[in-house]
């Protein structure tokens, strides 16, 4: 069984700052691609922030130069550090990663059970 497992989020006031975690666990073959997306009430799931096992970033246009995504992959453990938060990146944030349990299964997508983050105006 593989799981991520989200951890940071909070109520923060707007220019505040929080930093998100989520580890995977259990039977992991290969780690690719991690990443940030978030929800917001009657919003469509959006991506936040990808980056790759080679570090490779990309993020969303409303989060660059706010949000940094980062990665540990001895411990396949991907961050984000959320700073100068505004009301509007109140939502749920879900982590997403690529894996593959086994070196003869397909690479899949695992989402984590996401974390809530609040920021007050």
């Known amino acids: 069984q593989v799981q991520l497992v989200e951890s940071g989020g909070g109520l923060v006031q707007a220019g505040g700052s929080l930093r998100l975690s989520c580890a995977a666990s259990?039977?992991?073959?290969?780690?690719?691609?991690m990443g940030w997306y978030r929800q917001a009430p009657e919003k469509q799931r959006e991506l936040v922030a990808t980056?790759?096992?080679?570090?490779?970033?990309n993020y969303a246009d409303s989060v660059k130069g706010r949000f940094t995504i980062s990665r540990d992959n001895a411990k396949n453990t991907v961050y984000l550090q959320l700073n100068s938060l505004q009301p509007e990146d109140t939502a749920v944030y879900y982590c997403?990663?690529?894996?593959?349990?086994?070196?003869?299964?397909?690479?899949?997508?695992?989402w984590g059970q996401g974390t809530q983050v609040t920021v007050s105006s």
């Open positions: 259990g039977s992991i073959f290969r780690l690719n691609v």
């Open positions: 980056i790759t096992s080679g570090g490779s970033t």
């Open positions: 997403n990663a690529h894996m593959q349990k086994r070196f003869y299964e397909p690479m899949n997508s695992y």
